[in-house]
């Protein structure tokens, strides 16, 4: 498979679930994104990791929890959401961070509902 | 700091009509500049970029134009298709090589009736 997958593609849940987004590049890139697209408002970046290091945490609420095992994989660990998390997660990748960073390629997002 | 303004629309136009979704930016620096589409349960893919100043950025009949006098990167297409009805975002990355990602307008849905 190429480029980015995220799984799973839908995910309900009630407000007290445990659950994992995954996202896989099979891109051979060294930085990895979560955007959260909310309707209505601008994509909002979230994580950043760069060679497996996190590199920046844009004042995300500590109830979403990214871990990246490898520069292949990306995870975002979620526990105790509330309804207005309810959005399509994001994922992408890029070769690297800095100047050739700015190509982003996406997944095609899982739309999470929580209830 | 960094920030994209769009149309939101929606824009709706028939089929062969000529299409403009403005975009202007606010950043510091020197940005590049890009167009990026979401079909219906897709994610985004890029459409086009442009780097620095009076760069022009193509690809599928689209095009933009970096005009740094006045902070705009326009979309045009002279005669769209049905195919091209999806959501486009414009944005930016800081040339400072920061790690902030892209910076996203909020939008704008296109809607070509045949």
């Known amino acids: 498979e190429t480029g980015v997958t995220q799984t799973p593609r839908h995910l309900v849940m009630g407000m007290t679930n445990k659950k994992s987004l995954k996202c896989e590049q099979h891109?051979?890139?060294?930085?990895m994104y979560w955007y959260k697209q909310s309707a209505k408002k601008p994509l909002e970046l979230m994580f950043v990791y760069s060679l497996e290091e996190r590199v920046e945490n844009n004042s995300v609420p500590s109830r979403f929890s990214p871990e990246c095992p490898n520069s292949s994989h990306l995870f975002l660990h979620l526990h105790t959401l509330q309804p207005e998390d309810s959005a399509l997660y994001l994922c992408?990748?890029?070769?690297?961070?800095?100047?050739?960073?700015?190509?982003?390629?996406f997944g095609p997002g899982t739309r999470l509902t929580v209830t | 700091g960094n920030s994209v303004t769009q149309m939101e629309g929606p824009v709706t136009l028939s089929e062969e009509a000529f299409l403009t979704i403005n975009c202007t930016y606010t950043a510091t620096g020197y940005p590049s500049l890009f167009w990026y589409v979401q079909y219906p349960g897709e994610g985004l893919q890029l459409l086009l970029k442009?780097?620095?100043?009076?760069d022009k950025g193509s690809n599928k009949g689209f095009e933009a134009t970096y005009r740094k006098e006045t902070t705009s990167f326009h979309l045009e297409k002279g005669s769209v298709q049905v195919s091209d009805s999806a959501v486009y975002f414009c944005a930016l990355s800081n040339s400072g090589g920061g790690a902030d990602g892209l910076t996203f307008g909020k939008g704008t849905h296109l809607i070509i009736q045949p």
């Open positions: 891109l051979g890139h060294n930085a």
């Open positions: 442009a780097t620095k100043a009076d």
């Open positions: 992408a990748s890029s070769r690297d961070r800095g100047p050739s960073s700015y190509e982003q390629y």
